[in-house]
């Protein structure tokens, strides 16, 4: 049964603290997505990678956050440092083509105290 | 802007009921249009894709549609069951291959 995976599932963190989240597509996907979730602002991408390479991370704040693919098992994305305003649900999703299902893992839901 | 809009924000209605979630967007360039569900404290699960092409898809008791000249989609669910209870989103991808997501329905179907 191939599924998104991501870790951790919940972080609790105080600010200014660097926080690491890591996502492993589904095996053959070539393109992963990471976005966020708000009650005030919904769904929202932060980035995208094809090919582990970064295509679009207009969504992302530059100056704190920072995402990358080491390999194409494993995508991250880093905090550092984290604020309050950080606080909320990450997602992760990967697909095999650009025009395809994006496959969504269970989230990491994140509160930064 | 692009922008997805979604109607109702939320939607109770008795078990057995047929049912019908609005979606509208701007910019008709799209390369499909997606319709996914979100229980309680979980990820997205993807229901109904319609391509920029197609004018409707089917899956057992959902049908999307999609109307690109009027900026429209919409999700009909047919003998709603208490089963169905979550939030339902629905997303464009653009032309650059981001999905832009609405803010959701929230459907409650009462026993």
């Known amino acids: 049964d191939a599924r998104v995976t991501q870790t951790p599932r919940h972080k609790v963190t105080e600010m200014g603290q660097e926080v690491t989240m890591r996502c492993q597509p589904i095996l053959g996907h070539n393109t992963v997505f990471w976005y966020r979730q708000t009650m005030m602002q919904g769904l929202e991408l932060l980035a995208y990678?094809?090919?582990?390479?970064?295509?679009?991370d207009s969504g992302m704040p530059k100056d704190r956050f920072s995402a990358e693919m080491p390999d194409a098992t494993l995508a991250t994305l880093k905090i550092q440092p984290s604020e309050p305003r950080d606080s909320a649900v990450y997602f992760c999703?990967?697909?095999?083509?650009?025009?395809?299902?994006?496959?969504f893992g269970p989230g990491t839901r994140l509160l930064v105290l | 802007k692009q922008e997805v809009t979604q109607i109702p924000a939320a939607l109770s209605v008795p078990e057995g009921e047929n049912l019908v979630l609005n979606c509208s967007f701007t910019?008709?360039?799209?390369?499909?249009l997606q319709w996914f569900r979100q229980d309680p404290g979980k990820g997205l699960t993807s229901l109904l894709l319609i391509q920029s092409s197609q004018r409707e898809q089917t899956s057992g008791r959902l049908n999307a549609s999609l109307d690109k000249s009027s900026g429209r989609s919409t999700l009909y669910i047919a003998a709603s069951q208490p089963g169905d209870s979550a939030t339902y989103l629905c997303?464009?991808?653009?032309?650059?291959?981001?999905?832009?997501f609405g803010s959701g329905t929230r459907l409650l179907v009462r026993p």
């Open positions: 997303a464009k991808m653009d032309s650059s291959y981001k999905l832009i």
């Open positions: 910019d008709s360039a799209i390369y499909n």
């Open positions: 990678f094809r090919n582990r390479a970064p295509l679009d």
């Open positions: 999703a990967s697909t095999g083509l650009a025009k395809e299902t994006q496959y």
